[in-house]
């Protein structure tokens, strides 16, 4: 992958108990594109990842919520894991902040259980999405066209269902934060 994001800031959303590849392996992907990315969480210190349910690796944490201005960045990437969506979908400051990129048309990508904080946010209804199988329900009953697909792109919006497809995610998310803000996407 060609430096095709050079010059663009990614906002990585995580909370401890992310699942660590699917933040690990995107982050270098976009890294490796040119773009520089910052681990923005709900605390400053450092953030717990997990390999399942086992702990992994600690990340330091770049911004919290509360130093984090959206405006300043290109896209939102969010990874899943069985804890960290769990966390940010109850707060409102991480539901504002993935609203800025909405209403903005800015590209977000999410895999596995991370639409959960999209959820909460109201911002998949009429959407075409997928996720790990487990919060079908969950984004059909908020309004998502759920699918059962590698990876799936919305106007802007890129989704993927688990580990698995972390190559297909992370192509297709790369194009997606190379071509900026769409003109067509659903503001929330």
Sequence with gaps: MARR???KKVAILVADGFEQVEMTRPREA????GAETKIVSLKPGKVQGMNHADKADQFDVDLTLEQA??????ALMIPGGLF?????RTNEKAHNFARHFFRERKPVAVICHGPQVLINADLVR????????????DMRNAGARWVDEEVVVDNGLVSSRKPDDIPAFNRKMIEEF???PHKSAVAA
């Design 5 to 7: 994001l050079d010059g």
């Design 30 to 33: 976009l890294k490796e594109a």
């Design 69 to 74: 201005r959206p405006e300043e960045f290109d």
């Design 84 to 88: 960290n969506p769990d966390v940010m």
């Design 126 to 137: 009429g959407r075409k999405m997928t996720s790990w199988p487990a919060i079908r329900v």
């Design 178 to 180: 190379a071509e900026g």
